[in-house]
């Protein structure tokens, strides 16, 4: 193969790396942030029962305010007992006092209530605190992973940009000027090898006499169909393209 051929060839195994380590980096913030997305829930979830906890907290205020100034009713109407006149106003005096007294045992029986459903509230309030943190440990331990990650990728891309720096040094201008319009016009890829009479770039068959050439590794010689620089291999390792 030559010199030229060969350099492009490595310099396309190199760009390969060199995007698949950056699309991973780029996908970083949308990885964090699926997985964020329990932890939201459960915020969410204890927010909701938060919110419930506070509206039985202001009933059971408002049902207490409500007990003392019947408390209240009541003594100012046990000391009027000595203005009654007759028999008939006494009796009605009692009656109203019963009716407020039976008003106190309701409201002490709805305070009772509230506070049970209080009680519930809370239960359920501290577990789904622990769900919250738990949520959290485990982001937080995503993100660590993550980030270590990252930082491998990043030593790992300073070599390869200095390798792929050293290469383009050794090409022609002209021919690293056509490889890099390739390369983005080709998703990436601006060497592909032919096998079989195949462009294994867009799939497009390669006339015979075309193939013969690229064969050879000589030329520069380009797809008809995808325009990508092609070249021969004889002889390929398992699992790679
Ligand atoms: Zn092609």
């Given amino acids: 193969m030559q010199e030229y051929l060969k350099r492009l060839v490595q310099l396309q195994l190199t760009d390969t790396a060199i995007l698949e380590k950056r699309r991973f980096i780029d996908k970083v913030p949308l990885r964090v942030n699926e997985v964020d997305e329990p932890l939201r829930n459960a915020k969410a979830e204890l927010e909701k029962i ?9 009933k059971k205020k408002e049902r207490e305010s409500t007990l003392t100034e019947t408390q209240e009713k009541i003594a100012k109407m046990k000391n009027r007992a000595s203005d009654l006149k007759t028999n008939k106003e006494y009796q009605a005096h009692l009656k109203e006092i019963e009716v407020s007294e039976k008003e106190i045992g309701n409201i002490e029986e709805q305070i009772l209530t509230l506070m049970d459903e209080m009680e519930t509230v809370e239960k359920e309030i501290s577990a789904r605190e622990k769900c919250v943190r738990a949520e959290e440990e485990k982001i937080q331990a995503f993100k660590k ?6 930082s491998r990728l990043d030593q790992e891309l300073t070599v390869l940009k200095e390798e792929r720096a050293k290469i383009v040094s050794q090409l022609e201008p002209d021919i690293y000027a056509t490889y890099l319009a390739l390369l983005k016009r080709g998703n990436g890829m601006a060497m592909v090898r032919a096998d079989q009479e195949i462009c294994l770039g867009c799939n497009m068959n390669i006339p015979p006499q075309l193939f013969v050439e690229i ?14 620089i092609l070249y021969y291999e004889e002889e390929r390792p398992a699992g790679q393209v």
């Fill in 50 to 58: 938060r919110q419930k906890a506070t509206a039985l907290a202001k």
């Fill in 145 to 150: 992973e993550l980030d270590a990650e990252v």
């Fill in 215 to 228: 064969r050879k590794n000589e030329d520069l010689i380009q797809c008809p169909q995808c325009h990508r």
